[in-house]
């Protein structure tokens, strides 16, 4: 749990010197939009720290490096920030610019929480949350998507299941977790296919019928998914399995090209990530006053990621023994709820040697070992033609 002096109380010595948070993010290049929505929701967070009196009376300010929307950019604007003497690392958009900036961060020793760096492949070659690799992130993880569908499967009973999954990194790293997972859980995998053309569909259903497969996991883009659903609904409708969806699938386009019909015909859950939490409707009235536009995805969490970095910051603060990580991590769960709506108000209002659990915009942002939230994942269905959260089976 996370001692709260540091936030509260008279100015030390060096109350003036500002705390200088590094914000990597594309500013420029094709991820361009996605970098100013962080930067924005990263100042409004500051904003309200400040407000309520900064770290142990220190204000908190960003410094902000464009990484030009690439891997390349993304290291040197950390190396750039790291040289000047940054206190923390909040960035950048998306798994690959996140570990470019990860691998600068902990060769340097200074923490960072990744707001969007959910893909499986992110952790790939680091070691778990310690002092050699201080990386979190505030953003749920597609590491729990296998167990998430398998778990779905199991709950549904069946002993079998096919994995039909689009090539590349996303198609072949979840279609072999999730392979993985159902092995470990008993299940039967009679194939793991991959998908080319929409002309094969037909023959993939089928041969994945063939072998009996009581379940069909697609691990695909919305435009591959909703010709599947349409191609069993249509010409495989005679032998219908219930389908079960990854995070991929969770779009407004997947349902408009799918079909309402299709959909009904077809049995089918998903998951998603369940990425706003009770305070999220009040931050997107506030990013409205204060932007005049709406919340993006993953601005949430980039707020949430700039607290917690903060609480990180001032635990350390508090007691140097203590690296910002751990900070971070004990300040995410245990200890009195902080939320972010009644951020302001506690940092003024908790007794000096209080202890915080920090439930974020996002949502309950509890941080496991790996430096990763531990969930959770929300199921769905589409009903009447709009998804709609259904409870776990």
């Known amino acids: 749990m996370l001692a709260f002096a540091a936030l509260t109380g008279c100015p030390g010595p060096q109350a003036s010197t ?10 420029s290049g094709l991820l361009a939009e996605r970098g100013s929505e962080l930067v924005d929701a990263a100042q409004l967070a500051v904003d309200i720290v400040n407000d309520a009196g900064g770290i142990g009376g220190r204000s908190v300010v960003l410094a902000v490096r464009d990484d030009a929307s690439s891997v390349e950019g ?114 039967s995998v009679v194939g793991r296919l991959p998908r080319s053309t929409p002309d094969d569909d037909a023959k993939l259903l089928a041969q994945l019928l063939d072998q009996a497969a009581e379940a069909i996991v697609l691990v ?41 019909e299709a959909l009904s015909v077809v049995p089918h ?60 991590v004990a300040s995410s769960a245990g200890g009195a709820v902080l939320t972010a709506g009644s951020l302001g108000a506690a940092f003024g209002d908790l007794a000096a040697d209080g202890d915080v659990d920090y439930d974020g915009a996002s949502g309950a942002l509890d941080i496991d070992g790996q430096g990763d939230v531990t969930g959770p994942l929300a199921h769905w269905q589409v009903v009447d033609g709009l998804i709609t959260p259904v409870s776990p089976p």
């Open 220 to 260: 695909v883009a919305p435009e591959a998914g909703a010709n599947l659903v349409r191609t069993m609904a249509q010409a495989l409708s005679d032998r219908v399995v219930p389908f079960y969806f990854t995070d991929s699938l969770a779009s407004e386009g997947f349902v408009a090209q799918a079909g309402n």
């Open 269 to 328: 859950r998903g998951v998603l990530f369940a990425d706003q939490g009770r305070w999220y409707a009040d931050l997107e009235g506030l990013y409205a006053a204060t932007y005049g536009a709406a919340l993006r995805p993953y601005q949430a969490q980039a707020f949430d990621a700039v607290v917690l970095l903060a609480l990180g910051l001032a635990a350390h603060q508090a007691d140097a023994s203590q690296p910002v990580w751990q900070g971070v």
């Open 18 to 27: 500002p705390v200088t948070i590094g914000v990597v993010a594309p500013l």
């Open 74 to 187: 993304a290291a040197a604007a950390a190396v750039a920030l790291a040289d000047l003497d940054v206190a923390g690392f909040i960035g950048s958009v998306g798994p690959p610019l996140s570990r470019a900036v990860a691998e600068v961060a902990a060769s340097r020793g200074l923490t960072l929480i990744a707001p969007s760096a959910t893909g499986l492949g992110f952790r790939t070659g680091g070691a778990a949350l310690s002092d050699a690799w201080p990386v979190l992130r505030a953003c749920t993880a597609e590491d729990l998507v296998p167990a998430g569908v398998v778990g779905m499967i199991v709950a549904d009973e069946a002993s079998s299941l096919g994995i039909i999954a689009d090539p590349g990194a996303y198609g072949e790293l979840m279609g072999a977790a999730i392979e993985d997972a159902a092995t470990a859980a008993g299940l």
